[in-house]
């Protein structure tokens, strides 16, 4: 689990898209991945698959990235194998979620707090890293909804972070979606 982590979080800053022009905020919804959310710029999917016990596990990044590329906004949820959530403790997963982003930065944990979200389990935290051998900030929620891992994150190099305002807008506009029922 946290050589999964630890890949993905090194992952992140790589695949970013380079030159992706600042838009308009708009309404990104996901009817597979079960999420909306307003990104500031066109968002861009990325996706990952890596073994796991038990099975293979497919990451999928939804990416947003202000003009100057200073600053990130990031979705990524992945689904773990149903027999993989019944043998966990959603509280060590999560824990193991934040520790594994901290450490793939070589960062240092500055805040952390349990959080909800529609019941579901989660971890709201901030921290700074390294990416690329410079400083950086990143905002970072997770939440485990049965069993799916989503990752909400702004990432913005340290000298040049998002105001709060403008995080708040993306954080607070991230919304799970229930299942559309087939016919």
């Not at 090194?10 to 380079?18: G, S």
């Not at 100057?68 to 019944?86: H, L, T």
């Not at 049965?146 to 607070?172: C, G």
Request: aromatic share 8%; with cysteine; proline share 5%.
């Amino acid at each position: 689990m946290r050589l999964i982590q630890r890949s993905l979080m090194t992952l992140l800053i790589v695949i970013i898209p380079a030159n992706v022009k600042a838009q308009d905020w708009q309404k990104y919804t996901n009817q597979e991945g079960h999420f909306s959310v307003n990104m500031p710029s066109k968002t861009e999917l990325e996706s990952l698959t890596q073994p796991i016990i038990g099975g293979k596990l497919t990451y999928h990044f939804y990416i947003s990235e202000l003009e100057n590329g200073d600053q990130v906004f990031m979705i990524s949820r992945n689904d773990f194998p149903a027999k993989n959530i019944a043998k966990s403790d959603s509280q060590v997963m999560l824990d193991a979620c934040v520790d594994g982003a901290v450490k793939s930065r070589q960062g240092k944990l500055l805040t952390q707090e349990k959080v909800k979200l529609n019941g579901y389990p989660g971890r709201k935290c901030s921290f700074e890293g390294r990416a690329g051998g410079k400083p950086l900030m990143v905002w970072h929620e997770c939440y485990l909804v049965k069993n799916r891992l989503y990752q909400i994150m702004v990432m913005s190099k340290k000298e040049n972070p998002p105001v709060e305002k403008m995080r708040n807008r993306f954080f607070d506009s991230f919304e799970l979606l229930k299942p559309e029922k087939t016919k």
